[in-house]
């Protein structure tokens, strides 16, 4: 079946620490997206990818980072510059084409806790 | 403010009502997206507008471009329509979303 994944589903991390996001798409879809969501807050972009090895800066990309290497794939970073990582992650990527073009397909999530 | 607002925050309904969430937004739009995220933190996608009314099952999306303004319908709610529902816009050119709070729907039998 065609969709996006996320892991960890829960991640724990000590302060000081980087961790990594993964997220993995079989949709064939140029862009992909990671957004940060806090309670009581809407979505928030953080990075976004519109074609394989090439990535923007979305509205909080501070104390994260991301790689483009693969089409299917775009892992985030949370480095130790980041100063209240705690949240739920979401990744999507959209459809470019076609009748459900500009759709954005969303990963379960990866609710990140800073012990 | 919020360049996309949603009311209410949240709603509690009766099974078999008819629900109305709103959304109204202050800047040119391509686009605007009603999305459901459910307990689980799983987002989908139900509607993509750029004018008028879509449908789909029990669920009406309308869009009135001259007032900045779209509405969710729910028609026959039903418990498992219990979930937050999302209201994003994509303004005219952007690559990005803006996405408002959510409104929490709570459908009781």
């Known amino acids: 079946d065609g969709g996006i994944t996320q892991s960890p589903k829960y991640l724990f991390r000590k302060e000081g620490q980087n961790v990594t996001l993964s997220c993995e798409q079989n949709l064939n879809h140029d862009a992909m997206y990671w957004y940060r969501q806090d309670p009581g807050q809407g979505l928030r972009l953080i990075y976004y990818s519109q074609i394989v090895n090439d990535f923007q800066k979305g509205d909080i990309a501070e104390g994260y980072s991301v790689s483009r290497e693969k089409k299917e794939s775009f892992p985030l970073t949370v480095t130790s510059a980041q100063k209240n990582p705690t949240a739920f992650y979401l990744c999507?990527?959209?459809?470019?084409?076609?009748?459900?073009?500009?759709?954005?397909?969303f990963g379960p999530g990866t609710r990140l806790t800073v012990l | 403010k919020n360049e996309v607002e949603q009311s209410p925050q949240n709603l509690t309904a009766q099974e078999g009502e008819f629900i109305t969430i709103n959304c109204s937004y202050s800047?040119?739009?391509?686009?605007l997206h009603w999305l459901q995220q459910h307990p689980g933190g799983g987002i989908v996608s139900l509607f993509m507008l750029s004018s008028g009314k879509k449908k789909h099952g029990r669920l009406i999306a309308t869009i009135n471009i001259q007032e900045k303004h779209s509405s969710l319908h729910i028609t026959a709610s039903h418990p498992r329509d219990s979930a937050v529902y999302i209201c994003a816009v994509r303004q005219g050119g952007s690559e990005k979303l803006v996405f408002g709070k959510g409104t929490k729907l709570t459908v009781n039998p």
């Open positions: 800047v040119g739009i391509s686009a």
């Open positions: 999507a990527s959209r459809d470019s084409g076609g009748l459900t073009r500009d759709t954005q397909y």
